[in-house]
């Protein structure tokens, strides 16, 4: 009897993944998007004089409608190494390096942090897809993006940039923007695989938040636009509810 009883299991089981694949493979549904992304980002404009190319994560939260309508509110942190604009070039000597205060050389490295949040409304169009579900779409929104220099001391010897000093240098700046995304977007018949890819793009008016930098002795007033433009992918956990059941991939 037990015996019947796990094959009895298995055989509803079995029977259940193939309602909810042949449901997601001919239905379009109103699914909710849970997602997670990798970027890889070239700045144009102002934001390219200040930094080169960069690496961008983070997490998506998406509502798609029975009609294939998109709804998405996105966050994102965006890093590098390429820093382009010498923030720190009053402290460098005749040779270029920079001493600490015992007049040895210093480790100070600069980096690019940012982060931005935006949300987006767009459509799919899942005739290009492989179900209902799926296909190339089209999401345009707005937000906020802000970025500063990061000034890293390694070995915490240079007053010039302790504490809050280092926010006279820092370049720290942020302000209101849009975004588009062009891609495809794919839901598995199965719970195999279910992810997109595409282009982005961000376009920013940003601003000054310090006003005052150290090393030019000058007041930041200068209106900023700042453009990010990349490639994603992107991983997908889809939930989507049918009569009184949940059915996660």
């Known amino acids: ?20 694949a042949q449901s997601v493979k001919d239905s379009c549904f109103r ?17 390219e004089k200040r930094f080169g190319p960069n690496l961008s994560a983070g997490l998506n939260f998406t509502w798609k409608t029975k009609h294939n309508l998109l709804f ?19 402290m460098r ?9 015992e007049g040895y050389p210093a480790d100070l490295r600069l980096t690019e942090r940012g982060w931005n949040i935006y949300g ?33 001391d390694a070995n915490q010897k240079i007053a010039a940039v302790n504490g809050d000093l280092k926010k006279g240098y820092d370049r720290l700046s942020g302000g209101f923007g849009i975004s588009q995304f062009i891609g495809y977007k794919y839901i598995s018949n199965n719970r ?5 890819f595409g282009f982005e793009f961000y376009e920013a008016h940003t601003k000054s938040f310090r006003g005052f930098n150290y090393d030019t002795g000058l007041t930041d007033t200068q209106q900023r636009f700042d453009v990010l ?4 992918f992107g991983w997908i956990l889809p939930l989507y509810k049918r009569t009184k059941d949940f059915y996660y991939y």
């Not at 009897?1 to 909810?20: E, G, W």
Request: charge should be positive; proline fraction near 2%.
């Open 31 to 47: 699914i909710l998007m849970v997602g997670m992304h990798a970027s890889g980002q070239l700045p144009k404009y102002d934001l």
């Open 120 to 152: 987006n409304v767009g459509y799919m169009i899942s005739k290009l897809g492989n179900n209902p579900n799926s296909g190339v779409f089209i999401t345009v929104g707005a937000g906020w993006t802000q970025h500063k220099i990061k000034l890293y």
């Open 192 to 196: 195999l695989a279910n992810c997109y």
């Open 1 to 20: 009897m037990r015996h019947k009883f796990y094959i009895i299991l298995c055989l509803c089981f079995s029977l259940q993944l193939q309602t909810v």
């Open 229 to 232: 433009m990349g490639f994603r």
């Open 93 to 101: 000597n005749s040779d270029g390096h920079i001493t600490d205060n």
């Open 72 to 90: 998405s509110v996105e966050g994102s942190y965006f890093f590098g190494r390429n820093v382009k604009e010498d923030v720190v070039a009053n």
